[in-house]
């Protein structure tokens, strides 16, 4: 279900984005191509000067919430997965190829390019560099304990890639079956 809010911004989806019937989009988001939003997704920018931005090739799963604060973006680059029942909230980046795992929660904050964050972790208030790892459960929310975090590995290299893979298989697979049924 798509929309407006208080300030009558509209969702902007690419026709290549696929949405599911029961995922809730309001106010100033803009979805990229080949997106994949799945089943009992809320995705809102209605407080004033907010925004939402969805790089292409992203996945976006069961019951993730992506929100903006009053006057925050929420930016994701291309190609970037989060995983059921995460949480976005604005201020905040993520880069490109990024994996935000199963529970997690993303706040305030801004993610290089090629970040891991596994499930059930917190990241606040902190600025990740490209090609870092935030294990299951570990809570960020102290630059200093960026410092300690593992670089990325070539089976989590190789795991992220196989998300995107999938999720672009399914935006296909769905997209095929709704022009199928016109």
């Known amino acids: 279900m798509l929309y407006p809010n208080p300030q009558k911004q509209h969702p902007k989806i690419s026709e290549t984005a696929w ?14 191509e080949n997106v994949y939003v799945a089943h009992n997704v809320i995705i809102r920018a209605d407080e004033p000067g907010s925004s939402i931005v969805i790089g292409d090739n992203c996945n976006v799963q ?3 919430i992506i929100h903006g604060l009053g006057g925050s973006k929420v930016d994701i680059k291309n190609n970037t997965s989060l995983a059921h029942g995460c949480i976005v909230h604005g201020p905040c980046t993520i880069g490109e190829r990024c994996f935000v795992g199963f529970g997690a929660v993303v706040f305030d904050c801004n993610i290089g390019d090629d970040v891991v964050i596994l499930h059930n972790s917190t990241v606040r208030a902190v600025d990740i560099p490209s090609c870092k790892v935030v294990t299951d459960g570990q ?13 990325i ?14 999720n672009l298989e399914l935006v296909e697979g769905y997209c095929k079956l709704a022009q199928d049924s016109d």
């Open 19 to 32: 949405i599911s019937e029961n995922a809730v989009i309001v106010g100033d988001v803009t979805i990229g």
């Open 153 to 166: 590995c070539h089976n989590l290299e190789k795991f992220k890639a196989s998300v995107i893979d999938a």
């Open 62 to 64: 069961d019951a993730v």
């Open 139 to 151: 809570v960020i929310t102290e630059q200093k304990l960026v410092d300690e975090l593992d670089d």
